[in-house]
Protein backbone atom coordinates (compact mmCIF):
# COMPACT_ATOMS: atom_id res chain seq x y z
CA UNK A 1 0.00 0.00 0.00
CA UNK A 2 1.26 3.67 -0.62
CA UNK A 3 1.81 5.92 1.47
CA UNK A 4 -1.55 7.82 2.76
CA UNK A 5 -2.27 11.38 4.06
CA UNK A 6 -4.33 11.49 7.18
CA UNK A 7 -5.77 14.26 9.27
CA UNK A 8 -5.84 12.29 12.58
CA UNK A 9 -4.01 12.66 15.99
CA UNK A 10 -2.69 10.33 18.98
CA UNK A 11 -1.51 10.54 22.48
CA UNK A 12 2.05 8.91 22.13
CA UNK A 13 3.82 8.89 25.42
CA UNK A 14 7.37 7.32 25.88
CA UNK A 15 7.64 4.24 27.59
CA UNK A 16 11.31 3.47 27.50
CA UNK A 17 14.39 5.64 28.33
CA UNK A 18 14.90 5.88 24.31
CA UNK A 19 10.96 6.71 23.85
CA UNK A 20 10.86 9.11 26.88
CA UNK A 21 14.26 11.13 25.31
CA UNK A 22 12.63 11.10 21.90
CA UNK A 23 9.94 12.88 23.31
CA UNK A 24 11.75 15.08 25.47
CA UNK A 25 13.72 16.04 22.45
CA UNK A 26 10.20 16.90 20.48
CA UNK A 27 9.71 18.92 23.38
CA UNK A 28 12.45 21.32 23.64
CA UNK A 29 12.43 21.83 19.75
CA UNK A 30 9.04 22.71 20.00
CA UNK A 31 8.05 24.38 23.56
CA UNK A 32 4.37 25.66 22.84
CA UNK A 33 3.84 21.69 22.78
CA UNK A 34 1.44 20.05 24.99
CA UNK A 35 4.01 16.75 24.88
CA UNK A 36 1.58 14.29 24.20
CA UNK A 37 -0.66 14.93 21.04
CA UNK A 38 0.78 13.82 18.15
CA UNK A 39 -0.71 14.61 14.43
CA UNK A 40 -0.26 11.67 12.13
CA UNK A 41 0.97 12.63 9.01
CA UNK A 42 0.80 9.51 6.95
CA UNK A 43 0.36 5.86 6.78
CA UNK A 44 2.14 3.56 5.20
CA UNK A 45 2.18 -0.35 5.24
CA UNK A 46 5.47 -0.45 4.64
CA UNK A 47 9.22 1.52 5.17
CA UNK A 48 12.26 1.48 3.57
CA UNK A 49 14.01 1.01 7.45
CA UNK A 50 12.10 -2.41 8.25
CA UNK A 51 10.94 -5.30 7.21
CA UNK A 52 7.93 -5.45 9.63
CA UNK A 53 4.86 -4.64 7.99
CA UNK A 54 2.94 -1.95 9.13
CA UNK A 55 0.30 0.32 9.71
CA UNK A 56 3.38 2.54 10.14
CA UNK A 57 2.85 6.26 11.10
CA UNK A 58 4.57 9.20 10.20
CA UNK A 59 3.38 11.61 13.57
CA UNK A 60 4.43 15.01 14.70
CA UNK A 61 3.97 17.14 17.21
CA UNK A 62 -0.07 18.72 16.48
CA UNK A 63 1.58 22.43 15.97
CA UNK A 64 2.55 23.98 13.32
CA UNK A 65 4.17 22.23 9.68
CA UNK A 66 7.20 24.39 9.74
CA UNK A 67 8.96 21.86 12.70
CA UNK A 68 7.81 18.99 10.71
CA UNK A 69 10.95 17.88 9.23
CA UNK A 70 13.03 19.12 12.56
CA UNK A 71 10.37 16.43 15.04
CA UNK A 72 8.61 14.10 13.07
CA UNK A 73 8.98 10.14 13.72
CA UNK A 74 8.02 6.73 12.32
CA UNK A 75 5.87 4.96 14.28
CA UNK A 76 5.00 1.52 14.39
CA UNK A 77 0.94 1.74 15.01
CA UNK A 78 0.59 -1.26 16.64
CA UNK A 79 3.99 -2.63 17.66
CA UNK A 80 5.82 0.31 18.77
CA UNK A 81 8.36 -0.63 20.79
CA UNK A 82 9.18 2.38 22.50
CA UNK A 83 6.33 4.51 22.60
CA UNK A 84 2.43 3.87 24.17
CA UNK A 85 0.40 5.33 21.16
CA UNK A 86 -3.79 5.67 22.47
CA UNK A 87 -6.66 7.56 20.02
CA UNK A 88 -5.80 11.65 20.86
CA UNK A 89 -8.23 12.02 23.77
CA UNK A 90 -9.83 15.22 22.23
CA UNK A 91 -10.14 17.17 19.17
CA UNK A 92 -7.11 19.03 17.08
CA UNK A 93 -6.62 22.42 18.80
CA UNK A 94 -7.46 24.28 15.35
CA UNK A 95 -10.83 22.25 15.90
CA UNK A 96 -11.70 23.49 19.15
CA UNK A 97 -10.89 27.76 18.23
CA UNK A 98 -13.63 26.85 15.62
CA UNK A 99 -16.32 25.43 17.89
Do not use: C, Y
Amino acid sequence: MAKMPTDRTVAMTGITRRGKNKIAEAKQAVPHWDGVTWRVVQEADTVLFSTERGPWLEVMPDVDFSFRDAVSRWVHGTNATDFRIDPAPVARAATQETA
